[in-house]
């Protein structure tokens, strides 16, 4: 199997229909929230999905963020009885707070029967220091650009 690397100044996001409810077993709080759905993850995809976030060191941000259940489940079933989150948006832990917020949307018009699920991203960029020591001090000759006709 093929991994790739990245640099780790990128911003990680993995997100998709993983078919995995998320629970709120105390044992994977360092990578879910208290705010999943689902009390407790019910098989071996469920716990999967915990697993490969905590060995490649992302976070579930979906069970995160405190909203009504209306918006947090991403499929009901086709009795619409039954409603699940299997829709997850993983990020890596060092760029946790970037994501300020995760919900769903039922009523977007998207051709498939998951709701739309929509994240909130903030991204501070670093302002490089080098550029404004570069500068030597040397002013404009602005008799040279008026000899030129500028």
């Not at 490969?52 to 259940?69: C, E, G, I, Q």
């Not at 998207?110 to 020591?133: F, G, M, N, P, Y």
């Amino acid at each position: 199997m093929f991994f790739y690397h990245f640099p780790k100044n990128h911003m990680k996001i993995l997100l998709g229909d993983f078919n995995a409810k998320v629970g709120r077993e105390n044992i994977f709080k360092p990578t879910i929230g208290n705010e999943s759905l689902h009390q407790h993850s019910n098989d071996d995809d469920d716990v999967r999905i915990v697993t490969f976030a905590t060995s490649k060191n992302l976070v579930v941000k979906n069970t995160m963020f405190p909203h009504r259940n209306i918006h947090k489940y991403t499929w009901p079933s086709p009795v619409g009885k039954t409603h699940n989150q299997i829709d997850q948006i993983l990020i890596d832990r060092r760029r946790y707070s970037s994501i300020l917020d995760v919900r769903s949307f039922r009523g977007a018009d998207c051709d498939t029967d998951h709701s739309l699920v929509i994240a909130k991203l903030r991204e501070r960029l670093a302002v490089r220091k080098q550029a404004a020591q570069n500068f030597d001090g040397e002013k404009f000759n602005l008799r040279k650009l008026n000899e030129l006709g500028v």
